[in-house]
């Protein structure tokens, strides 16, 4: 079986860029969240990991028939998951930060008593509603397989991002200053937004062909 290897770079930018998991902020986040009570970094880290991947591997593996099962036309949700992931990456663009599903409202104002790793920090910090559009719009993609295939291939690089960010980075990761993640996001919002674009497209040429 032969994928396309543009959609799986599609899924892999795209998820990464909308979950940001080594954003400092959030390892700080997770700083806190660790440190009362005090767990061990490793196993919350892998925690953290496994949350991530089944919110974006169950997405991926049932978006497609939730579509179905609500009779929405795979390309106009396509089109659509297309507009909501340019906008995103415009507000990254002119903002030079995160974004409204990307939680960062909830992420500025630091955890409260009752947080936990797989609230807020995993949901909708990291695996938000944005990063649940973007996954369903890229299991819409093409084929049934390559599409879930690609998902699930962005999904996996997450946890592993995640992974390595909570339990490796760590504190180095926070003190990077807060101008270079500026221009990080800046960056990355250029991305989303041109793949965001593209999938908008795609979506009516073929809804319309």
Not at 79 to 87: D, E, Q, R, S
Request: glycine share 12%.
């Amino acid at each position: 079986m032969v994928f396309d290897p543009e959609i799986i770079t599609q899924a892999i930018i795209s998820l990464v860029v909308i979950t940001t998991p080594f954003d400092p902020v959030k390892i700080l986040f997770f700083n806190q969240a660790i440190a009362d009570p005090p767990c061990n970094r490793t196993i919350s880290a892998l925690r953290v990991m496994l949350y991530v991947a089944l919110i974006i591997g169950g997405t991926a593996v049932i978006g497609r028939q939730i579509l179905h099962l609500l009779d929405i036309n795979l390309d106009a949700f396509r089109t659509v998951g297309g507009l909501m992931i340019a906008a995103m990456g415009f507000e990254m663009l002119y903002g030079g930060g995160g974004t409204h599903p990307q939680g960062e409202k909830r992420r500025k104002n630091g955890p409260d008593e009752e947080d936990t790793l797989a609230i807020p920090l995993t949901l909708p910090l990291i695996a938000g509603p944005g990063a649940i559009a973007t996954t369903i719009a890229i299991s819409s993609q093409g084929t049934q397989h390559e599409g879930l295939i690609a998902a699930l291939i962005g999904g996996g690089i997450v946890a592993v991002i995640t992974f390595v960010s909570f339990a490796w980075l760590g504190k180095r990761a926070a003190k990077i200053k807060a101008s270079s993640m500026a221009l990080f996001a800046r960056l990355g919002g250029l991305l989303l937004a041109t793949i965001g674009v593209q999938m908008l497209l795609s979506g009516l040429k073929n809804f319309f062909a």
